[in-house]
C-alpha cells in the first residue's frame, strides 16, 4: 500500500489525505468537506501508473454510482483528479461517523475499470444549537440544595471532537452547571441548586446557557432559561423505558402510529399532569414525524423512503405542570420494501464495431443499481436471444458486452440489443434497456458480377463508339468499399491489343467498339472485364465477354475459274459426240461473306446457243442440255452471273469459251471465238481475211514447225485439265468457307493425242476428292501459242482477248 499525503488548510486547521493502492487496482483518497471547487485530491494517472498523455486517447471520466452530482473530475491535462462539486458532509452522511463517497473510473481501448473510494473528513462547520431559543424551568422555592434540572442538551452537525463538548452557565446566586454525558454519548447540562430559592424575594430570574464544541475555532450556541419560582413540586416525570424501539416499514401511509412513549409522574394534580414533545429532532425527521403531546404517540407525517434513511433518532421530553421533566431516546428502524425497480446505465460503447471483429470482443460496459437492499437488490441481467452478443459479469455491479460470434454488417447492419434487469424480491421489480448498435463496414465482398459469361452479337461494319454491351457487378459492401469500377484487361485480339478493339465506361460497365469490326478477318473474340472496388486493399473479379461478329454481306462473289484476267483466256473442249446432260466445264467462285451471304447461284445470261448449254444453279456445272448436234456452231460463248443470297444481292460476271470439235486440225478457228457475232468481229474478221492471204505462205511454215515442236513435247499437253485450279491461287481468304462457293468438288478434263495423228479421243469428266487439282492439268496458252501451234503468225488481235489460265 503506497501513502501519498496532500496538505490542505481549511478553516484554520490542517488535513491530510493519502491515495491508497490496492491490489485489485481501487484507489482511497481521504479529504476535508466543503473544499473549493478546483481544489487536487490527488494526481490518477500517478496513482495508476499509467501516462498522461493516455488519459485522453483513452477517455478517462469518473463516473457516480446511484448519485446524480459529479463531485469529481479529472484534469486530462495534468491526470489530476479535482473537486468539480462542494461536499457537505453533514448533508449526505448526517451524524454518521464513516463518510465514503464511490465512484467508478473508466478508461477505454481497452475497456477498464477502477474503483474510487472517497472518505469526506468532518470540519468544524456548525455551531451548537438548541432545540429552543428559551427553557422555562418552574421550581417551587421548597426545593431543596442540590436540587437536579435537566436543560435540553444542543445539537452539534458536526462529529467526533467538533460536536458538543462542554456547557457554560451564566454566573448567579443560586445555580450551578453539571454536565451529564447520555448512554449514546451526548453531552447535557443540569441546573444544581446551590442556594435556596425564595419566591418572595425574587419570583423569575434568567440564565444564559453556552454550549461548547471542541472544534478549531471553536464555535458555541445559546439558550435563555427562565427560571419561575413556584410552590412545591416534588416528583419529576418517569419514562417506562430509556430507549424506545420500533420498526416501520418504508411507504407507510401518512398518520400510521409508530410508537407511543409514556411517562409517569407521582405528584398529583398539576404537578402529576404530563405533557410530551420533542427535545432533539433533526430537520428531516420532523418532516416525516409528529408527536401527540397528550398521549405520546408518534404517527407518520411525511414519505418515508428507505432508500432515503434508513434509521431516525429522536429524543422525546415528558414535563410535568411545573416545570419537572425528563427526556427518552425513540428509535425508529425503517424496513426496506421492494419498491425500486433496477436501473441500467450504459457507461461505456464503442460507436462502431468493425464486421470483422473476432468473438469475444468487448464493445460496452453497463451497469446495474438497485437502490433497495439485501435481496431486493439483489440482480440478475440477461439479453435477448438471437443477436451475437452476451453480458458477461464484472466488477461488482458492472457487466461488459462481448461479441459471441462473427458479424456480417451484409446480413446486419444494425443491432437493437434489449437488456433486461431483474431484482430477488418478492415480487421481483424489472426493467429493460435498448441499445442500438451499429456495425462498421470492413471491405470483405469483392464484386460479384450478375452473370458468370456475357455475350454479345455485333454487326461488322459497326461505327466507331457504338454500344455493344453492358456488365454489371454488385459489391454489398458499403460505401467506397462497395463502389465498382470496370476496366478490361490487357490482352490481344487477332494479334492487336484488345484496348485498340473495346472499351469500357468505369462507372457503368457499358463496352463500346473503339473501331470498325470485319466478320471476315475475325468471327469472334473473347475479353476479360475486371471489377474492382475502392476498398483498402481494392477487391475484384474478372468475367469473360464473348463478341460474336455477324457477317453483313459486303463482299462481292469472287470467280476463281474462269480466270478473270483480261490478257489471257480459257477454253473448254467440247467432243461433238457429247450426249445430253454431259459435263463440259465448271465455274468455281466464293464470297468471303458467311452464311445466306455466301450463298452462291449461277445463271446463264448471255450464250451462243441459248438452247445448248445450262449451268447447275448451285454447283457452276456447265452441261449440255441435248446431243451436240453438226449444225451448231463449233465455237460457244457463255455470259455467266454469280450472285449471292444477301440483302441486298450482290453478283459478278464471267466470260467462258467453249470449242465443239473432236481433233486438232480445227483448232485454229479457235481465233474467232472471242467475238462476239457483233459488228466488231465482223470488221476483225475482214481484216484478218484481207491479211492472211498476203501471209498464207508464212504461217503455213509457222504451222509445220509447230507440229513437229508438239510432237516432241507431248502434245496432250495443250487441253489436258481445264478445270483444274492450283491450291496456290486460291486467296488466303477463302481457307476456312464451309459449304460455300463451288470449291468442295473439283474435275479433270483430260484430251489424249494419238501419236501421229491430229486426231484426238476425249475424256469425259471424273472427279478430284483433292480440295485442289494439280496445276499440271490445266490450260492455259497464250495467243503466240496458238498461232505458233496452228500456223497463225500474224498475232491477230482477236486472240490477244484471251485471258490466261492460272498455274500454266
Given at each position: 500500500?503506497?501513502?501519498?499525503?496532500?496538505?490542505?488548510?481549511?478553516?484554520?486547521?490542517?488535513?491530510?489525505?493519502?491515495?491508497?493502492?490496492?491490489?485489485?487496482?481501487?484507489?482511497?483518497?481521504?479529504?476535508?468537506?466543503?473544499?473549493?471547487?478546483?481544489?487536487?485530491?490527488?494526481?490518477?494517472?500517478?496513482?495508476?501508473?499509467?501516462?498522461?498523455?493516455?488519459?485522453?486517447?483513452?477517455?478517462?471520466?469518473?463516473?457516480?454510482?446511484?448519485?446524480?452530482?459529479?463531485?469529481?473530475?479529472?484534469?486530462?491535462?495534468?491526470?489530476?483528479?479535482?473537486?468539480?462539486?462542494?461536499?457537505?458532509?453533514?448533508?449526505?452522511?448526517?451524524?454518521?461517523?464513516?463518510?465514503?463517497?464511490k465512484?467508478?473510473?473508466?478508461?477505454?481501448?481497452?475497456?477498464?475499470?477502477?474503483?474510487?473510494?472517497?472518505?469526506?473528513q468532518?470540519?468544524?462547520?456548525?455551531?451548537?444549537?438548541?432545540?429552543?431559543?428559551?427553557v422555562?424551568?418552574?421550581?417551587?422555592?421548597?426545593?431543596?440544595?442540590?436540587?437536579r434540572?435537566?436543560?435540553?442538551?444542543?445539537?452539534?452537525?458536526?462529529?467526533?471532537?467538533?460536536?458538543?463538548?462542554?456547557?457554560?452557565?451564566?454566573?448567579?446566586?443560586?445555580?450551578?452547571?453539571?454536565i451529564?454525558?447520555?448512554?449514546?454519548?451526548?453531552?447535557?447540562?443540569?441546573?444544581?441548586?446551590?442556594?435556596?430559592?425564595?419566591?418572595?424575594?425574587?419570583?423569575?430570574?434568567?440564565?444564559?446557557?453556552?454550549?461548547?464544541?471542541?472544534?478549531?475555532?471553536?464555535?458555541?450556541?445559546?439558550v435563555?432559561?427562565?427560571?419561575?419560582?413556584?410552590?412545591?413540586?416534588?416528583?419529576?416525570?418517569?419514562?417506562?423505558?430509556?430507549?424506545?424501539?420500533?420498526?416501520?416499514?418504508?411507504?407507510?401511509?401518512?398518520?400510521?402510529?409508530?410508537?407511543?412513549?409514556?411517562?409517569?409522574d407521582?405528584?398529583?394534580?398539576?404537578?402529576?399532569?404530563?405533557?410530551?414533545?420533542?427535545?432533539?429532532?433533526?430537520?428531516?425527521?420532523?418532516?416525516?414525524?409528529?408527536?401527540?403531546?397528550?398521549?405520546?404517540?408518534?404517527?407518520?407525517?411525511?414519505?418515508?423512503?428507505?432508500?432515503?434513511?434508513?434509521?431516525?433518532?429522536?429524543?422525546?421530553?415528558?414535563?410535568?405542570g411545573?416545570?419537572?421533566?425528563?427526556?427518552?431516546?425513540?428509535?425508529?428502524?425503517?424496513?426496506?420494501?421492494?419498491?425500486?425497480?433496477p436501473?441500467?446505465?450504459?457507461?461505456?460503447?464503442?460507436?462502431s464495431?468493425p464486421?470483422?471483429v473476432?468473438?469475444?470482443?468487448?464493445?460496452?460496459?453497463?451497469?446495474?443499481?438497485?437502490?433497495?437492499?439485501?435481496?431486493?437488490?439483489?440482480?440478475?441481467?440477461?439479453?435477448?436471444?438471437?443477436?451475437?452478443?452476451k453480458?458477461?459479469?464484472s466488477?461488482?455491479?458492472?457487466?461488459?458486452?462481448?461479441?459471441?460470434?462473427?458479424?456480417?454488417?451484409?446480413?446486419?447492419?444494425?443491432?437493437?440489443?434489449?437488456?433486461?434487469?431483474?431484482?430477488?424480491?418478492?415480487?421481483?421489480?424489472?426493467?429493460?434497456?435498448?441499445?442500438?448498435?451499429?456495425?462498421?463496414?470492413?471491405?470483405?465482398?469483392?464484386?460479384?458480377?450478375?452473370?458468370?459469361?456475357?455475350?454479345?452479337?455485333?454487326?461488322?461494319?459497326?461505327?466507331?463508339?457504338?454500344?455493344?454491351?453492358?456488365?454489371?457487378?454488385?459489391?454489398?459492401?458499403?460505401?467506397?468499399?462497395?463502389?465498382?469500377i470496370?476496366?478490361?484487361?490487357p490482352?490481344?485480339?487477332?494479334?492487336?491489343?484488345?484496348?485498340?478493339?473495346?472499351?469500357?465506361?468505369?462507372?457503368?460497365?457499358?463496352?463500346?467498339?473503339?473501331?470498325s469490326?470485319?466478320?471476315?478477318?475475325?468471327?469472334?473474340?473473347?475479353?476479360?472485364?475486371?471489377?474492382?472496388?475502392?476498398?483498402?486493399p481494392?477487391?475484384?473479379?474478372?468475367?469473360?465477354?464473348?463478341?460474336?461478329?455477324?457477317?453483313l454481306?459486303?463482299?462481292?462473289?469472287?470467280?476463281?475459274?474462269?480466270?478473270?484476267?483480261?490478257?489471257?483466256?480459257?477454253?473448254?473442249?467440247?467432243?461433238?459426240?457429247?450426249?445430253?446432260?454431259?459435263?463440259?466445264?465448271?465455274?468455281?467462285?466464293?464470297?468471303?461473306?458467311?452464311?445466306?451471304?455466301a450463298?452462291?447461284?449461277?445463271?446463264?445470261?448471255?450464250?451462243?446457243?441459248?438452247?445448248?448449254?445450262?449451268?447447275?444453279?448451285?454447283?457452276?456445272?456447265?452441261?449440255?442440255?441435248?446431243?451436240?448436234?453438226?449444225?451448231?456452231?463449233?465455237?460457244q460463248?457463255?455470259?455467266?452471273?454469280?450472285?449471292?443470297n444477301?440483302?441486298?444481292?450482290?453478283?459478278?460476271?464471267?466470260?467462258?469459251?467453249?470449242?465443239?470439235?473432236?481433233?486438232?486440225?480445227?483448232?485454229?478457228?479457235?481465233?474467232?471465238?472471242?467475238?462476239?457475232?457483233?459488228?466488231?468481229?465482223?470488221?476483225?474478221?475482214?481484216?484478218?481475211?484481207?491479211?492472211?492471204?498476203?501471209?498464207?505462205?508464212?504461217?503455213?511454215?509457222?504451222?509445220?514447225?509447230?507440229?513437229?515442236?508438239?510432237?516432241?513435247?507431248?502434245?496432250r499437253?495443250?487441253?489436258?485439265?481445264?478445270?483444274?485450279?492450283?491450291?496456290?491461287?486460291?486467296?488466303?481468304?477463302?481457307?476456312?468457307?464451309?459449304?460455300?462457293?463451288?470449291?468442295?468438288?473439283?474435275?479433270?478434263?483430260?484430251?489424249?493425242?494419238?501419236?501421229?495423228?491430229?486426231?484426238?479421243?476425249?475424256?469425259?469428266?471424273?472427279?478430284?476428292?483433292?480440295?485442289?487439282?494439280?496445276?499440271?492439268?490445266?490450260?492455259?496458252?497464250?495467243?503466240?501459242?496458238?498461232?505458233?501451234?496452228?500456223?497463225?503468225?500474224?498475232?491477230?488481235?482477236?486472240?490477244?482477248?484471251?485471258?490466261?489460265?492460272?498455274?500454266?
Amino acid at each position: 500500500m503506497v501513502h501519498r499525503g496532500y496538505v490542505l488548510q481549511s478553516y484554520g486547521f490542517v488535513f491530510f489525505f493519502a491515495a491508497l493502492h490496492y491490489a485489485h487496482g481501487d484507489l482511497s483518497y481521504s479529504i476535508p468537506e466543503e473544499m473549493k471547487r478546483g481544489s487536487v485530491i490527488g494526481n490518477i494517472a500517478k496513482d495508476l501508473g499509467l501516462d498522461v498523455g493516455r488519459l485522453s486517447t483513452r477517455k478517462a471520466r469518473i463516473d457516480t454510482e446511484a448519485n446524480d452530482r459529479q463531485y469529481c473530475g479529472i484534469d486530462l491535462r495534468s491526470g489530476d483528479l479535482i473537486v468539480a462539486e462542494r461536499i457537505d458532509r453533514e448533508e449526505h452522511c448526517g451524524d454518521k461517523p464513516s463518510c465514503i463517497f464511490k465512484f467508478d473510473l473508466l478508461l477505454e481501448s481497452p475497456l477498464e475499470l477502477h474503483r474510487l473510494s472517497l472518505q469526506i473528513q468532518d470540519i468544524n462547520d456548525n455551531a451548537p444549537i438548541f432545540p429552543k431559543d428559551t427553557v422555562k424551568l418552574e421550581i417551587t422555592e421548597s426545593a431543596g440544595k442540590g436540587a437536579r434540572y435537566r436543560v435540553n442538551a444542543a445539537h452539534d452537525a458536526d462529529i467526533g471532537q467538533n460536536s458538543v463538548e462542554s456547557y457554560s452557565l451564566q454566573q448567579n446566586d443560586h445555580f450551578v452547571l453539571n454536565i451529564q454525558t447520555t448512554t449514546a454519548g451526548s453531552k447535557y447540562g443540569e441546573l444544581v441548586l446551590d442556594k435556596e430559592l425564595d419566591r418572595e424575594e425574587q419570583q423569575e430570574m434568567k440564565l444564559l446557557l453556552t454550549a461548547l464544541d471542541g472544534g478549531s475555532p471553536q464555535k458555541s450556541g445559546t439558550v435563555v432559561i427562565h427560571v419561575t419560582v413556584l410552590d412545591a413540586n416534588d416528583n419529576a416525570p418517569v419514562f417506562s423505558e430509556a430507549v424506545y424501539k420500533s420498526s416501520l416499514p418504508e411507504n407507510s401511509p401518512l398518520k400510521t402510529p409508530v410508537i407511543t412513549v409514556s411517562a409517569t409522574d407521582a405528584d398529583e394534580g398539576v404537578n402529576g399532569e404530563v405533557t410530551y414533545e420533542f427535545s432533539r429532532l433533526s430537520d428531516k425527521s420532523r418532516k416525516l414525524f409528529s408527536l401527540d403531546q397528550k398521549t405520546g404517540q408518534i404517527i407518520v407525517t411525511g414519505d418515508i423512503d428507505y432508500e432515503e434513511g434508513s434509521k431516525y433518532e429522536m429524543f422525546v421530553e415528558a414535563k410535568d405542570g411545573y416545570g419537572l421533566s425528563s427526556d427518552t431516546k425513540v428509535i425508529i428502524d425503517i424496513s426496506d420494501v421492494n419498491d425500486n425497480a433496477p436501473v441500467i446505465y450504459l457507461k461505456s460503447l464503442t460507436d462502431s464495431i468493425p464486421e470483422n471483429v473476432s468473438p469475444g470482443t468487448e464493445v460496452g460496459i453497463i451497469n446495474v443499481q438497485d437502490r433497495d437492499s439485501e435481496n431486493n437488490r439483489q440482480v440478475r441481467c440477461s439479453i435477448q436471444q438471437n443477436v451475437p452478443f452476451k453480458l458477461v459479469p464484472s466488477i461488482k455491479n458492472y457487466y461488459s458486452l462481448v461479441t459471441t460470434g462473427q458479424l456480417d454488417r451484409e446480413v446486419v447492419s444494425d443491432y437493437n440489443i434489449t437488456i433486461t434487469a431483474t431484482d430477488e424480491g418478492s415480487p421481483p421489480l424489472s426493467s429493460s434497456k435498448t441499445i442500438q448498435l451499429s456495425v462498421a463496414d470492413v471491405n470483405d465482398n469483392p464484386p460479384v458480377f450478375e452473370e458468370q459469361v456475357y455475350s454479345t452479337y455485333v454487326t461488322e461494319n459497326n461505327k466507331p463508339g457504338s454500344t455493344l454491351c453492358s456488365v454489371t457487378a454488385r459489391d454489398p459492401d458499403w460505401r467506397q468499399n462497395g463502389t465498382v469500377i470496370y476496366s478490361i484487361l490487357p490482352g490481344e485480339v487477332n494479334g492487336a491489343p484488345v484496348s485498340s478493339y473495346l472499351s469500357v465506361n468505369g462507372e457503368t460497365g457499358v463496352i463500346h467498339a473503339v473501331r470498325s469490326l470485319d466478320y471476315e478477318q475475325f468471327r469472334s473474340f473473347k475479353v476479360h472485364v475486371m471489377a474492382r472496388d475502392n476498398g483498402s486493399p481494392p477487391l475484384s473479379s474478372n468475367v469473360t465477354v464473348s463478341v460474336f461478329i455477324t457477317d453483313l454481306n459486303d463482299n462481292f462473289p469472287q470467280i476463281l475459274y474462269p480466270a478473270p484476267e483480261g490478257n489471257s483466256f480459257m477454253t473448254e473442249l467440247v467432243p461433238k459426240a457429247a450426249q445430253g446432260g454431259s459435263l463440259v466445264s465448271k465455274v468455281i467462285s466464293v464470297d468471303a461473306d458467311s452464311g445466306q451471304n455466301a450463298w452462291l447461284s449461277y445463271h446463264i445470261v448471255k450464250s451462243t446457243d441459248p438452247g445448248l448449254f445450262t449451268i447447275g444453279l448451285h454447283s457452276g456445272e456447265i452441261r449440255t442440255q441435248r446431243d451436240i448436234s453438226e449444225s451448231d456452231n463449233m465455237k460457244q460463248n457463255l455470259i455467266v452471273a454469280v450472285k449471292d443470297n444477301g440483302q441486298p444481292s450482290l453478283s459478278a460476271t464471267c466470260a467462258m469459251f467453249l470449242l465443239i470439235s473432236d481433233n486438232l486440225a480445227e483448232v485454229p478457228e479457235l481465233k474467232d471465238m472471242s467475238h462476239d457475232d457483233n459488228n466488231s468481229k465482223l470488221t476483225s474478221y475482214l481484216i484478218i481475211a484481207l491479211v492472211s492471204v498476203s501471209t498464207f505462205f508464212l504461217t503455213f511454215i509457222i504451222v509445220i514447225l509447230g507440229v513437229r515442236f508438239c510432237r516432241r513435247r507431248k502434245p496432250r499437253l495443250l487441253f489436258d485439265g481445264a478445270v483444274a485450279i492450283p491450291s496456290a491461287y486460291l486467296p488466303p481468304n477463302y481457307a476456312e468457307v464451309d459449304g460455300t462457293g463451288t470449291l468442295r468438288s473439283t474435275y479433270n478434263y483430260d484430251a489424249y493425242l494419238t501419236t501421229g495423228s491430229r486426231t484426238s479421243d476425249f475424256k469425259f469428266v471424273r472427279s478430284y476428292n483433292d480440295s485442289t487439282l494439280p496445276a499440271d492439268q490445266t490450260l492455259r496458252k497464250s495467243p503466240s501459242d496458238f498461232a505458233e501451234a496452228f500456223g497463225d503468225s500474224d498475232g491477230s488481235p482477236e486472240w490477244k482477248q484471251w485471258g490466261s489460265l492460272p498455274g500454266g
